[in-house]
């Protein structure tokens, strides 16, 4: 019987070769470009980034130094921020004033209620029937004896000094609103007039 002969496989070209190379590597060339990309990308946003904020702060600077040079260098610029400098003085000290006249309201109608209790717990523990040569049948309560007429003496002047500190204390708080308006519009005045000279 005759012999089959078996063929030797065909070597592949380099043509049929190179696409089954790049398919191999072309992966792992991909990430490692996409690597490098992002390594090189992120720097360069840092770097962006910090010398915007340099020259924000730069300009920041640059301004209120001409900001400074104008309130102190410039008649406009000086009377601007005299009239400021006046109405902070003004809202600073009413608010000052309305604490301190707070305080006299508070004190005094503590000071009512204290003198208040102290007379009728004297007219619950007084005997009936005493009468005070300065009182009348009619006065408050009827007959009083001496500590009471006293205490009633000190609680009409307690009245009196509360509705006088309160009185202050209201037209004190009326005149605060318009003090910081002009404060506001003083403040405004400045900033345009340091907006025209620049």
């Known amino acids: 019987p005759g012999r089959m002969s078996i063929s030797s496989p065909t ?3 380099q043509t049929q070769a190179a696409p089954q ?3 191999q590597h072309s992966p792992r060339s991909s990430s490692a470009l996409l690597q490098q990309g992002q390594k090189g990308q ?3 946003a840092a770097g962006h980034g910090a010398a915007a904020a340099e020259g924000a702060a730069e300009l920041l600077f ?3 130094a001409l900001f400074s040079k104008y309130k102190h260098s410039t008649a406009e610029g000086k009377r601007c921020a005299e009239q400021v400098k006046q109405q902070q003085q003004q809202v600073a000290e009413l608010k000052q004033q309305i604490k301190d006249i707070g305080l006299q309201v508070n004190s005094s109608k503590e000071e009512i209620d ?6 009728e717990e004297r007219k619950a523990a007084a005997p009936a029937g005493v009468l005070n040569s300065n009182s009348s049948a009619g006065a408050d309560a009827g007959v009083l004896d001496n500590e009471q007429y006293v205490l009633l003496q000190q609680v ?3 009245k009196s000094k509360y509705r006088t500190a309160f009185d202050s204390l ?6 605060l609103d ?3 308006d002009s404060l506001a519009a003083a403040k405004e005045a400045l900033l345009a007039g340091f907006d025209a000279w620049l």
């Open 21 to 23: 190379q790049q398919q």
């Open 114 to 119: 204290s003198l208040a209790m102290q007379l």
């Open 170 to 175: 209201r037209e004190l708080r009326s005149s």
């Open 156 to 158: 009409k002047a307690a």
């Open 42 to 44: 992120l720097p360069a």
């Open 62 to 64: 640059d301004r209120n």
């Open 178 to 180: 318009p003090a910081v």
């Open 11 to 13: 070597p592949l070209t």
